[in-house]
């Protein structure tokens, strides 16, 4: 299996504090994703990246940024937290064309 | 852009009895097709996966799942279901490739001992 870490696991943090959450794969695969997940509406696309600088917005980026200046390390800041972006954010990768996406344990994110 | 409908919510079946999740997709093209499970405070762990070929799939922890064009729908099929199942399922639908993902909002299964 692809070995994928998301840290930290579990953080709160204040409003209109910078948060940074790190995903880490331990293979060279391409396509990395975060996504973020909240009841009612199931998994949506907050950025993803096609390789190393390369990034795109998803369907929800506002208030998110990203960056990948290693292959392994995918990195998901929030520049100034707000309490609508307490959530459960996923990382996830592609393994292979066809073979859909590899997801970490998620992080639990509270902003108080 | 494509779209993904999970209708029910929540679902309850007993333990022993057959399980078919609903799964409705909007794509103008081919899609690509997946169902997730995800266990409380767990990652998404994928049950199968549809591309092209036998409409009927199989995947892991004796799941099943019907790609059926005419109906836009990849329901999701188990004829026994057990205890473990107790968990929530996603639906998705990927652009060409598989590039990107689109969920569904899920549904949670509930099962009845």
């Known amino acids: 299996d692809a070995g994928i870490t998301q840290s930290p696991r579990h953080k709160v943090t204040e409003t209109g504090t910078p948060v940074t959450l790190r995903c880490h794969q331990t293979?060279?695969?391409?396509?990395m994703y975060w996504y973020r997940q909240d009841p009612g509406h199931g998994l949506r696309l907050i950025h993803y990246s096609y390789g190393v600088k390369d990034t795109d917005k998803g369907e929800v980026s506002d208030g998110y940024s990203v960056s990948r200046s290693k292959t392994e390390d995918f990195l998901l800041t929030l520049e100034s937290a707000t309490s609508s972006q307490t959530s459960v954010y996923f990382c996830?990768?592609?393994?292979?064309?066809?073979?859909?996406?590899?997801f970490g344990s998620g992080t639990r994110l509270t902003v108080v | 852009a494509q779209s993904v409908t999970q209708p029910d919510i929540h679902i309850t079946v007993s333990e022993g009895a057959s399980l078919e999740l609903r799964c409705n997709y909007s794509y103008g093209a081919t899609p690509y097709l997946f169902w997730y499970v995800q266990s409380p405070g767990q990652g998404l762990q994928l049950l199968l996966k549809?591309?092209?070929?036998?409409?009927l799939v199989q995947g892991i922890k004796g799941f099943e799942a019907e790609f059926k064009r005419s109906q836009s729908s990849f329901n999701l099929r188990k004829p026994s279901v057990h205890w473990s199942d107790a968990a929530e399922y996603f639906c998705?639908?990927?652009?060409?490739?598989?590039?990107?993902?689109?969920f569904g909002t899920g549904t949670q299964l509930k099962v009845e001992l």
């Open positions: 998705a639908v990927g652009t060409g490739g598989g590039n990107k993902l689109t």
């Open positions: 549809y591309f092209s070929g036998d409409t």
């Open positions: 996830a990768i592609r393994v292979g064309n066809n073979d859909g996406y590899t």
């Open positions: 293979e060279n695969h391409r396509y």
